[in-house]
């Protein structure tokens, strides 16, 4: 396996789902999109289609709600718009991302001694908008001091534009940060050609994960299986 430097780096940046935090069940994920169908009267199979289908407009904020989302899935489809029936679905999808926001065993205390020894903490993250409205009402909003999320800023990893941002507001160089990733969204090659030094997480139990993590099916620098590890990179 590849090398990190050990040094003494001023920033680490974090990915949020399948590193701070567990990737998502997929047959809970898949559960909650059939019971979004079932309460707007769709067709579970071509919500749950265009719902995939529309994962960049989420991601990049071109639909700024999960409202404005739904909505358009149910103009394709043919469906008539009932105001009850979209805010019950958002509300699902809502609780069901609540529910993933739980930190891993380590996750906290890791932060805690990163920032202890002097380190800044960012996040930068995929993902749709319920995620930074649900941001605050988790335990990580004492402990990251910037968090990018993809939907408010208009641009997905590995965009350069997004690992210049976290840094900007960090106030650090990339070559001064350590970026940890599962994987997604080829993040890890993204933060190393800005200069990052990078490793990519693994947790044995969620290696069925490996087709949606195109960096991990390649990777071949340091790999680590709990968030934890991490700290033995700090100089």
Known sequence: MGKVLLMKYKAVIFDLFGTLVDMFPLAEYHSTLSEMASILAVSSEDFTRLWLETVNERFTGAFPTLESNIEHICQVIGMPLE???????????????????????????????????????????DCSSEVPDLWPNTPFISLVDAPIFSCAVGFTKPDPRIYRLVCKRLAVVPQDCLYIGDGGSNELTGASQMGMHTVLIRAPYQDGYDFYRSDAKRWQGPVISRLKDALAFIG
């Open 83 to 125: 105001d009850s029936h979209i805010t019950e679905a958002v509300r699902i999808r809502c609780e069901f991302t609540r529910r993933m926001f739980k930190p891993r065993p380590d996750t906290i205390e890791t932060l805690i001694q990163f920032k202890e020894v002097g380190c800044k903490i960012g996040l930068v993250s």
